[in-house]
C-alpha cells in the first residue's frame, strides 16, 4: 500500500464537496444543461484546489496509453483536421474544442477525485433515486410539476413527453447503475435500487423513449451474450438465449406501436419497414447517403449537417426539424460530417470499446465488469438510431455515467466492499526481477524487506539456488524462472520473455523491478508485451557488453542501446542509475527526469560492516571481493600482484568471490589455482563472511573497467578500509581521489601497483582515507538513506525519513 500522505482537513472536505458535485452532476441534468454544467464545473474547482494532482495526472496518462487509449486520441486528431477543413470551420471547430473540453475534464476530475469514489457514487444513486421519484410521482399525481413555466403560466402548452425524453437519455444508464447497486448492496437499500430501477419504464414509455428503450435492450442482450459464456450449465444458457428473445420481441412489438402513425410523411416511400424504423429516419439516411461522396476523405466537417445542400428544404418539408439537428445515427453522422478517414478511426474505436468490454467481463466477472459494457452498449447502439454523436448533455451524462462504472470497476478488482461495508487496505503486490537468488540476497533483501515490512506482497522471479528458501520463511515468494544468463543465444533471451510475460500477466503486480541490464532489457520487454502497470529499472552497471571489445559484444551493446531509447518512450518504464556517467547516458538516450533517478548504489548494513576495533598482527592484506571477471579487473590485479612480489612486497591478497562459467568475461579456475600456486594470491572462492574477511584486511582493491556503484566497495567504505580502484564510472562515485582512497587509471598494473603500495605503507594516511569512507556511507550510503529513495521512487511517493535494515534469515518471533 502506498504510504498515505496526511491531508489538512479542509482540503478532504472540498474534495468530499467535489465528488458530491460529480456524483450528481447527472441527475443535475433535469434542470438543463446549464445544472450540469455548473455541477461539473464546480466540481471540478473544488478537487483542483484540493487534490493530488501528481497522481491524477499519472493516472489520466496510463488511462489513455493502451490501445483504446491511442484510439481516442486518434479519433479526436482526425475530428480536429475535419473541424479545420469544415465548410463552417468556426462552428466545427468550437464543437470539437466543447467534446476535447468535456472528455479531457470529466476524465481528469474523475482521477482527482478517486480517493472519495464511493460519496460520488452514493450521491449519484440517491440523486437518481429522488429524481426517479419525482418524475413517477408528477406522472401520476400532477405532469405540471416537471415544468416551472407549466405552473406558472396555466395557458402554457405543456408537452411531457418532450419534456422527460432528454431525461429518459440519463435514466438509461442510471438503472444500470442501480441494478450495479443493488449487487452490492444488503438489506433494504438493495431493494430500494431495484425498485428504483424498474420504475425508470414507466418514464421511457411516457417519453416515448425508443433509441432509449433500444439503449437498454442493447445493454441487456451484451450482458446475456456474456452470460452464456460464463455460465457451465447448458439449461441456464438456453434460458438466457430465450430472455434475449423475449426482450427483442417484446421491444419490437412496442417499436410498431409507437411507429405506427408514423407510416408516411409527404409522399416518402420507405425502404424499410415502419414498424422497425419510422420513416423520418428512413428518409433522414436516405438523404445523408446521398451527400456522403460530396467531400469522401473529411466530409463537410463536425457538427456541420445543418449546412448539407438541401438540409433546410428537407426539414421543412417535414412535420419536425429532422436533418438541421443530426443524422439520427453516429455511423451516418461520422461518415457525413468526418468521412472515410473519420470511419477509419472511429469505427475501429467502438470495435474496441465492445472487444475490450467483453474481454473484461470474460476475465473478472460481470459483478466487476458488466456495468462498464452495458454502458458502451447502450450508448453505441442507441446512437444509431437516434442521437447526435455531438449532443453535449447526451455525450456529458454518458461520460459521467462511464466514469463512475470505472471507479467502482476499480474497487471490485482492488478486493474491497464495493461501496459499503467496511474499507479494507489494498495490498500491492511488488515484482522483483534479478538473474539469481543470492544476487537479491546480496544486493536487494534491504528493498525487499522494505516493501514487504509496507505490506506488499512481494515475487522475487529469478533463478532459484540456496537461498530460496530462506526468502520464503521470511515472506517472499520466490518464483523460478529461466534467466537468460552468459552468452548472447537469442533462443534464451526468447525463452526468459516468454516466462517473465506469463508470470507478469497471472500475478499483475502494481510495480516490477528489475534488477541490472539483462533483466531490465528482457523483463521489461515482457511487461510491455502484456500490458505491465510501473516497472522501476534499476542499470546497476553497464557490465561486459558496454567494456568489451568483442564483435559480438559490440553487435549486442547497440543493440540494447535501440532497446533504452524505444524504452525512453514508454511511460511505464523507469529507470534508477548510480552513477552520474550512467545518469547521463540516459538522459541522452531518451529518458526524461520524471522517470530517471541516481540513487548511488543500494545501501549497506552499517551494523554488520562496521569498522575493527584492533590492530592487526600478521602481513598486511589487500582485499579484492568480486566474480573472477576479467571486467573487473583481475588481470591487472594478478599483474600489480607480481610486481609487488619483484619489489619484495609481502602483501597477501585475498580474492573472495567465485568464477562465472556462464560468462565469457570469466576467468577459469585453473588460472585461479596456478596464480595461487605461484604465490600471488588467496582465492577463498564465494563466502558467507565477507564483513569479518573485510574487517581482516587493510585495504580494498577494484580496478573494474566500469560499475554502477560497487557493492564491494560499499561494504568496504562501511568497514573503514581504504580503497584502491580505478578512474571509471561507479568506482569514482565512492572512490574521492586522496580522501578516502586512491583512483588509477583503466588498465594500468604499474600505476595499481604503486598505489597499493603507498597506501600499504602509510599507515596514517590509510587508517584517515578508512575513516573517511566509513563518514561517507553513515551519511549518505546506507541501507537506511537509499532503501528509502528507492523505495519512494519504486512507488511514486514522497520519501519516508528512514528504513531499518533487517539480517538476512529466518528471523525470530
Excluded at 483542483?48 to 479519433?75: C, Y
Excluded at 500491492?428 to 505490506?455: N, P, Q, Y
Excluded at 516490477?512 to 528482457?522: F, G, T
Excluded at 600505476?751 to 602509510?762: G, H, P, R, S, V
Amino acid at each position: 500500500m502506498q504510504q498515505p500522505v496526511p491531508a489538512r482537513h479542509w482540503r478532504d472536505t472540498m474534495l468530499s464537496l467535489a465528488a458530491i458535485l460529480f456524483g450528481i452532476s447527472a441527475p443535475l441534468f433535469f434542470f438543463g444543461r446549464a445544472a450540469l454544467g455548473v455541477g461539473l464545473g464546480l466540481s471540478l474547482l473544488l478537487a483542483i484546489v484540493s487534490a493530488d494532482h501528481g497522481a491524477a495526472w499519472r493516472k489520466m496518462r496510463n488511462d489513455f496509453m493502451g490501445p483504446l487509449g491511442l484510439l481516442i486520441v486518434a479519433t479526436l486528431i482526425v475530428f480536429l483536421i475535419s473541424a479545420i477543413g469544415s465548410v463552417v470551420p468556426s462552428k466545427s471547430i468550437e464543437t470539437w474544442v466543447a467534446r476535447f473540453s468535456m472528455l479531457s475534464g470529466i476524465w481528469y476530475l474523475m482521477r482527482l477525485i478517486q480517493l472519495k469514489a464511493r460519496i460520488a457514487w452514493d450521491s449519484c444513486i440517491l440523486a437518481t433515486w429522488a429524481l426517479i421519484i419525482f418524475c413517477v410521482f408528477s406522472i401520476v399525481v400532477h405532469p405540471e410539476l416537471l415544468s416551472l413555466k407549466a405552473l406558472r403560466e396555466p395557458n402554457f402548452n405543456f408537452d411531457i413527453t418532450r419534456r422527460l425524453k432528454p431525461v429518459g437519455s440519463f435514466l438509461i444508464f442510471g438503472a444500470m447503475m442501480l441494478v450495479a447497486d443493488a449487487f452490492d448492496r444488503k438489506g433494504v437499500r438493495k431493494y430500494v435500487s431495484v425498485i428504483a430501477a424498474i420504475a425508470i419504464l414507466p418514464i421511457l414509455e411516457v417519453s416515448q423513449g425508443r433509441a432509449n428503450v433500444a439503449a437498454i435492450l442493447a445493454a441487456g442482450c451484451a450482458m446475456g451474450i456474456c452470460l452464456v459464456f460464463l455460465i457451465k450449465s447448458r439449461f441456464i444458457k438456453v434460458a438466457v438465449f430465450a430472455g434475449i428473445a423475449v426482450a427483442i420481441v417484446g421491444v419490437l412489438l412496442w417499436l410498431g406501436e409507437v411507429t405506427g402513425n408514423m407510416s408516411d410523411l409527404r409522399g416518402f416511400v420507405p425502404y424499410l419497414p415502419t414498424w422497425l424504423v419510422d420513416v423520418h429516419r428512413q428518409m433522414i439516411w436516405q438523404f445523408t447517403y446521398s451527400h456522403v461522396f460530396d467531400h469522401p476523405l473529411i466530409g463537410y466537417g463536425i457538427n456541420a449537417s445543418p449546412w448539407v445542400p438541401g438540409a433546410n428544404e428537407l426539414a421543412g418539408s417535414s412535420t419536425q426539424s429532422v436533418l438541421p439537428g443530426h443524422p439520427h445515427s453516429w455511423f451516418m453522422e461520422i461518415w457525413l460530417e468526418v468521412g472515410i478517414i473519420g470511419l477509419l478511426v472511429m469505427v475501429p474505436m467502438v470495435a474496441c470499446c465492445a472487444v475490450t468490454a467483453f474481454v473484461d467481463v470474460l476475465r473478472n466477472g460481470g459483478k466487476v465488469s458488466a456495468l462498464p459494457l452495458a454502458m458502451l452498449a447502450a450508448y453505441w447502439f442507441a446512437g444509431l438510431f437516434n442521437y447526435s454523436f455531438w449532443t453535449s448533455w447526451w455525450f456529458g451524462v454518458f461520460m459521467l455515467g462511464i466514469s463512475l462504472a470505472f471507479l467502482r470497476r476499480e474497487w471490485l478488482l482492488l478486493g474491497k466492499p464495493a461501496l459499503g461495508g467496511r474499507q479494507t487496505l489494498l495490498r500491492r503486490k511488488t515484482m522483483i526481477v534479478c538473474a539469481e537468488d543470492w544476487s537479491f540476497v546480496s544486493h536487494r533483501i534491504g528493498l525487499g524487506r522494505a516493501a514487504l515490512v509496507r505490506g506488499d506482497d512481494v515475487v522475487v522471479a529469478c533463478n532459484v539456488g540456496d537461498a530460496a528458501d530462506a526468502l520464503r520463511s521470511e515472506g517472499f515468494r520466490v518464483v523460478d524462472v529461466p534467466i537468460a544468463r552468459g552468452g548472447l543465444s537469442p533462443l534464451k533471451s526468447l525463452k526468459t520473455v516468454k516466462s517473465l510475460a506469463c508470470l507478469i500477466r497471472r500475478e499483475q503486480p502494481d510495480v516490477i523491478v528489475n534488477v541490472a541490464i539483462q533483466c531490465v532489457v528482457l523483463s521489461a520487454f515482457a511487461g510491455l508485451l502484456v500490458g505491465a502497470k510501473r516497472s522501476v529499472n534499476m542499470i546497476t552497471g553497464l557490465g561486459f557488453l558496454f567494456v568489451s571489445g568483442g564483435v559480438n559484444a559490440r553487435v549486442v551493446r547497440h543493440i540494447v542501446s535501440l532497446v533504452l531509447r524505444v524504452y525512453a518512450r514508454c511511460p511505464s518504464i523507469n529507470v534508477i542509475v548510480q552513477n552520474r556517467d550512467d545518469h547521463a547516458l540516459m538522459s541522452d538516450l531518451g529518458f526524461r527526469e520524471s522517470r530517471l533517478a541516481l540513487i548511488r548504489g543500494s545501501g549497506v548494513d552499517i551494523s554488520a560492516f562496521a569498522p575493527r576495533t584492533t590492530s592487526s598482527d600478521g602481513p598486511k592484506t589487500a582485499i579484492f571481493v568480486a566474480r573472477m571477471l576479467w571486467s573487473k579487473g583481475l588481470a591487472e590485479l594478478i599483474e600489480a600482484a607480481r610486481i609487488l612480489k619483484s619489489r619484495n612486497r609481502t602483501y597477501r591478497f585475498l580474492l573472495v568471490g567465485d568464477a562465472d562459467p556462464a560468462n565469457p568475461d570469466s576467468a577459469s579456475e585453473s588460472d585461479l589455482v596456478k596464480w595461487q600456486q605461484d604465490g600471488l594470491i588467496e582465492w577463498l572462492g564465494k563466502r558467507s563472511d565477507i564483513a569479518h574477511l573485510l574487517r581482516s584486511a587493510d585495504l580494498a582493491v577494484l580496478p573494474s573497467w566500469r560499475e554502477g556503484l560497487p557493492k564491494s566497495l560499499l561494504e568496504a567504505a562501511s568497514s573503514g578500509l581504504a580503497m584502491v580502484s580505478t578512474d571509471v564510472p561507479g568506482c569514482r562515485e565512492i572512490v574521492s581521489h586522496q580522501e578516502n582512497g586512491l583512483l588509477v587509471p583503466l588498465r594500468d598494473a604499474n600505476a595499481l601497483a604503486d598505489a597499493i603500495e603507498k597506501l600499504m605503507e602509510d599507515d596514517a594516511t590509510r587508517h584517515a582515507y578508512g575513516a573517511a569512507a566509513r563518514g561517507l556511507v553513515e551519511r549518505e550510503l546506507c541501507d537506511q538513506v537509499i532503501i528509502a529513495k528507492t523505495l519512494a521512487f519504486v512507488t511514486g511517493t514522497a520519501p519516508v525519513d528512514h528504513v531499518h535494515a533487517v539480517r538476512f534469515g529466518p528471523q525470530k518471533t
